[in-house]
């Protein structure tokens, strides 16, 4: 009974630090943030406790000489600071977002007339080499395969990390009313794509978005062509080779100009309530 116990402890102990481990996966964006307030905080203590030997003594006395006033300025520098911190964040440049600029910029071409170079063309797909999908085990043309932690708050809700990312296609073709062209899908990103299919067992979360045999789709890459044989590849310019659902990217482009909209707007209101602030 004692050994039974000592390892169900033993048991039960290395399944918490499994746990503590895979809560503990931070970003390094995350360690650096940290490391800076803690760097911060140290300072702060050295310096009240040595004053005029630490570097920056008078800056630092002048700010606690003067708290109020700095305390003013910065309530209106940090909210402006985390303002223009989320404008860089949805700034920067992802192989999704060059997508989403290059199909709205790009018309749609015709399979049979298609010119080397960057392209975007909407058809059929055909399966050539079925993949099997990890969770539902459904042929398919490729997918994209996420695992995900599940940790429950103390309210009973649920939060998901992603702890494994997986995109895998088959070469395919792609069929519209004037003809098909091959695929090389090397370096392809499913964009827009509704999941699905979803497996939760115990602390995991399986989820699968695929593509499908005879599934609508708009493509945007690199025409190329090969002892005459014309295909579709990643452009290496861009570094783009984007599918997307035909009747997706039709909401998304009709909702967008809204969206954009509404956070210009966000924007100017902002700027100017930090402005009134200001003065």
């Known amino acids: 009974m004692k050994i039974e116990s000592i390892n169900t402890i033993i048991k039960k102990g290395a399944q918490y630090i499994k746990k503590m481990e895979n809560k503990s996966k931070i970003s390094k964006t995350g360690y650096i943030i940290i490391g ?11 310096w009240l406790i040595f004053k005029e030997k630490m570097p920056l003594h008078s800056f630092l006395y002048e700010i606690s000489k003067n ?15 985390f303002f223009i911190a989320v404008a860089l964040l949805l700034l920067r440049p992802t192989s999704a977002k060059r997508f989403l600029r290059l199909q709205a910029a790009l018309p749609t071409s015709k399979i049979q007339s298609l010119a080397k170079g960057l392209v975007e063309v909407e058809g059929t797909l055909i399966m050539e080499q079925p993949l099997i999908s990890p969770v539902d085990r ?4 490729g997918y994209y395969y996420t695992i995900e932690d599940i940790d429950k708050d103390s309210d009973g809700r649920n939060s998901y990390s992603t702890i494994h990312r997986e995109t895998r296609c ?11 062209i091959e695929v090389v899908p090397e370096g392809i990103e499913l964009i827009l794509l509704d999941q699905t299919n979803v497996s939760s067992t115990g602390s995991k979360r399986y989820t699968e978005t695929l593509l499908k045999n005879g599934q609508k789709v708009l493509l945007v890459g690199y025409a190329d062509a ?22 997706g990217i039709s909401m998304w482009n009709k909702y967008q100009p809204l969206l954009r909209s509404f956070m210009f707007t966000c924007a100017a209101i902002l700027i100017i309530i930090i402005y009134i602030l200001i003065q």
């Open 36 to 46: 800076v307030m803690l760097f911060c905080f140290l300072y702060f203590i050295l």
């Open 67 to 81: 708290y109020d006033s700095y305390a003013e300025r910065a309530f209106v520098i940090l909210p402006l600071v």
């Open 138 to 141: 459904e042929e398919c043309i």
């Open 170 to 180: 088959s070469p395919f073709q792609i069929k519209d009313d004037t003809g098909i």
């Open 226 to 247: 090969d002892n005459g044989s014309p295909f579709i590849r990643k452009d290496n310019h861009y570094r783009v080779l984007g599918i997307t659902s035909s009747t």
